[in-house]
């Protein structure tokens, strides 16, 4: 039976979800919520059916079965490791692609990412960190309900990485979408999350709620004990790759 694939505003609920390749099932009546503004981390080993379930939130996958529901908020953002900006494009003309009168938002959401300035610069002119930035842009300047991410840093620098970390904070807290970001790094998870889930044999296995003073520090004793406990979950100990 085909899921209910709805739209409303505001959270994503999920229910009863079936995703099947073949015989192998990737998920398995899954079932998770999240609150408007709410940024939720989504990790799992490899191969867990994270991308999977987060293209099935996004609308890019037909092929979802189950007895429940798939609802998302009408105005969807997604965001991927590599920026897919279209190299025969200006910065400015990828921003605000497929929006009629939106130069201006599209102008302001690159500043609003450190770009002022960039907006006739070509895709290839601009480092990976950058084309990122210019990536969120896009988002951004379609004013999201839900912001998809799937592993939206994962090709860049550590430097870089950290500064994305903080540029996408502030942009959450000023916007507030809902957030569902998948990344295998744990202390990317524990730093940016209100919640971090974990994907474990086609469900959610463990659901986390992240409380940790402002800014959050590597060095504080809560934080490394979540990171230790998301460690634990994944199967892993310090040192390994998920
Ligand atoms: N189109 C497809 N056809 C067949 N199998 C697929 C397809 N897409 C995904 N799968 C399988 O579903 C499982 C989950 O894949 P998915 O990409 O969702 O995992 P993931 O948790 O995102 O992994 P990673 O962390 O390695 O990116 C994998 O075993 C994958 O081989």
Redesign the pocket.
């Known amino acids: 039976m085909a899921a209910d694939v709805g739209r409303l505003t505001g959270a994503v609920a999920v229910r009863d979800l079936v995703?099947r390749?073949?015989d192998?099932v990737?998920l398995d009546h899954l079932d998770l919520t999240v609150a408007p503004g709410e940024f939720v981390a989504l990790l799992?080993?490899?191969?867990?059916?994270?991308?999977?379930?987060?293209?099935a939130l996004a609308g890019l996958d037909h092929d979802v079965e189950g007895g429940g529901e798939l609802r998302v908020p009408h105005e969807v953002a997604v965001a991927f490791q590599d920026s897919r900006l279209l190299p025969w494009l200006r910065v400015l003309d990828n921003v605000v692609l497929g929006l009629s009168g939106a130069r201006d938002r599209g102008r302001r959401a690159l500043a609003e990412v450190g770009l002022e300035g960039r907006e006739r610069a070509w895709p290839s002119e601009l480092s990976g960190g950058e084309q990122q930035r210019v990536a969120l842009a896009r988002c951004l300047v379609r004013e999201p309900a839900l912001l998809l991410a799937?592993?939206p840093f994962g090709a860049l620098d550590a430097l870089t990485r950290i500064k994305m970390h903080d540029l996408l904070r502030e942009l959450c807290a000023r916007h507030r979408p809902a957030v569902l970001l998948?990344t295998?790094d744990v202390d990317e998870a524990v730093t940016l999350a209100d919640r971090v889930v974990v994907?474990e044999r086609g469900r959610i296995g463990l659901d986390v709620r992240v409380e940790l003073p402002e800014p959050r520090s590597h060095r504080d004793p809560l934080f490394q004990s979540h990171r230790d406990r998301l460690l634990h979950a994944l199967g892993i100990t310090e040192g390994a790759t998920?």
């Open positions: 995703r390749f073949g192998r990737v799992g080993r490899s191969g867990s059916g994270k991308s999977t379930l987060l293209r799937d592993e998948v295998h994907l998920p």
